[in-house]
Nanobody, 118 residues
Framework: QVQLVESGGGLVQAGGSLRLSCAAS????????MGWLRQAPGKQRELVAT???????TYANSAKGRFTISGDITKDTVFLQMNSLKPEDTAVYYC????????????WGQGTQVTVSS
């Protein structure tokens, strides 16, 4: 099992920045990749950014140029730096982990609310 705890959400004005943190514990050696996903009311869940154990990153088009995922899975911490925030970035942001055995995001944190005011 893997446990994930997010922190760093909050209220920010449009154009501002937030940094989300995800602390992982448990069977970290089994994790292939970690990601940040978000869900806004009435919208589908969106995969915002991912990072692999080897450090390779990917981003949703909505996040490119504004968000940066970083961290080290082997050191149990992953971050999401969010700059130039927009009201449409308002959502609950979840950290998730993908085990090697399934390559699916099987482990989730409790989520942290990000609200961007216009």
């Amino acid at each position: 099992q893997v446990q994930l705890v997010e922190s760093g959400g909050g209220l920010v004005q449009a154009g501002g920045s937030l940094r989300l943190s995800c602390a992982a514990s448990g069977f970290i050696f089994s994790i292939n990749a970690m990601g940040w996903l978000r869900q806004a009311p009435g919208k589908q869940r969106e995969l915002v950014a991912t990072i692999t154990r080897g450090g390779r990153t990917t981003y949703a088009n909505s996040a490119k140029g504004r968000f940066t995922i970083s961290g080290d899975i082997t050191k149990d911490t992953v971050f999401l730096q969010m700059n130039s925030l927009k009201p449409e970035d308002t959502a609950v942001y979840y950290c998730a982990a993908q085990p090697r055995t399934t390559l699916q995001y099987d482990y989730w944190g409790q989520g942290t609310q990000v609200t961007v005011s216009s």
